[in-house]
């Protein structure tokens, strides 16, 4: 069989697992991406945005062209809605090929999902085995019978296999296919990203591992496995000779955790790898003899999570393992580590106060990392923040419903005017402190005699700031930047591509249309 996944935004790892195991058995795939430039960002609204934007009808062209027996969609809360219209579209043009959906919103919203008119199928939870017995079932002229993870309609109603497909062991999962990805986007070769994990062995509230840790345990499964050092660095001695990259990013959710695993794996990186590396940490677990592994071995980019400076809000309302006292010391080693890193801070808390951002100053004025990474809170279905959110008034059960089939807010941070007003010069500040422009004691007496407030400088100062931090390599933004220049290319060539299918079919009086069923 033939399977077309559909892909927003960037590479994702769990498309190329899936390509992987259902390429070792046999079958075929495709990949038709929509790079959703600017979607998420400051310009979401320009006409810059709006004229990089493939529409559903350019993407079911191009999933007709790959003539697929099969199409995966992989949707995350942001870009369910993307996915939903594409489907549509794509179901009424061709009403004989079965669409699945799959992806963090299916998992915790599976219910919501399949009661769309044009999804056939959805898996919740790991779909590479999944994937693959329906594949084969359908292959074979069946249906998807009781095949765990796999949910379907059946004589007007909804069938679900019984739990998950657990995965017990990474390692025998073949490494992902990454010329799914690098056959059409050649620049996602570097940095290469890989992940060494899947889940997290903590569960913040906000965060959607705490809704995995929920599913995981009620299956039975382990909401977090590591691969064995042999297995990651087989896969990057296969990468570095095929692709030559010249960086890596490690993409777990935490990467430094276990330090036996994490000795014997900067010893083999550093000997058989050699390059730069990126990866991300929780404060709980930073000491000083993780960051000289991590540093010994070519780690020059870190990022660590620090999300809020109020003991009781990390306790309490993230359920963020550790105590103030430990993540201040560990941001304090990171700073003597010398290693660029930046720090997660998340605003639109539920329960949020002035005085928490005033602390948050202190903090950072105190340690001055070398970027701070700010983000409004984001509500995501199924996850434990959204009894907070209710307890706080912030949302109410309309919105936990809006959340739940993705017509809510990505955030709420303009339907919590006084708290975004309030969170505003801060946010200006923190964007900033970094630069060192103000010193220390400036920040602490303009925080003692609430002056902070005075940092309303408009939006743009910000973006500004923002770009000349993409100049800087050790930067994600550089990263980002890199890739938004590569992607724009990318659609400005699938625009001139269309033009000119759209021109032959003119000339040739309408050309192959494409068929509107398949056997």
Known sequence: MKVTFVCPGDEMLGIGYMSAVLKQNGHRTDLVFDPRLLQDSLLSRTFLTRYLTLDADQMVSRILETEPDLVAFTATTNTILWAFGIARQLKKMAPGIPIIFGGPHVTAVPERVIDREFVDFVCIGPGEQALLKLVEALDGGGDAGDIKGIWYKRDGRVAAGEGISRIDDLDQLPFPDKELFYDQLPFYKDPYVIVSSRGCPFSCSYCLQSMYTHLYRQCGAKPYQRRSVDNVIGELVQAKARWGMRSVKFFDDLFAFHKGWLRDFCRQYRERIGLPFRCSLHPAVVDEEILEMLKGAGAYTLTVGVESANPEMLREILNRKG??????????LMKRSRIYFSVDHIFGLPGEREEDHRLATRLYNDIRPNNILLYWLVYYPKTDIIKHGLDAGLISEKDVALIEEGRGHISYKHAQEGLYREAYPYYILFNFLPLKLIPRSMISWMVKKNLVRLFRWPMFTVVIKQFFDSLDPRSSRNE??????????????????????????????GGDRPCATRP
């Open 323 to 332: 105590s103030y006292e430990r993540m201040k010391e560990s941001l304090r």
């Open 480 to 509: 980002q930047l890199r890739k938004t220049l590569h992607l724009y290319r990318y659609v400005l060539g699938q625009r001139r591509s269309t033009r000119r299918r759209q021109l032959r079919k003119d000339e040739g009086g």
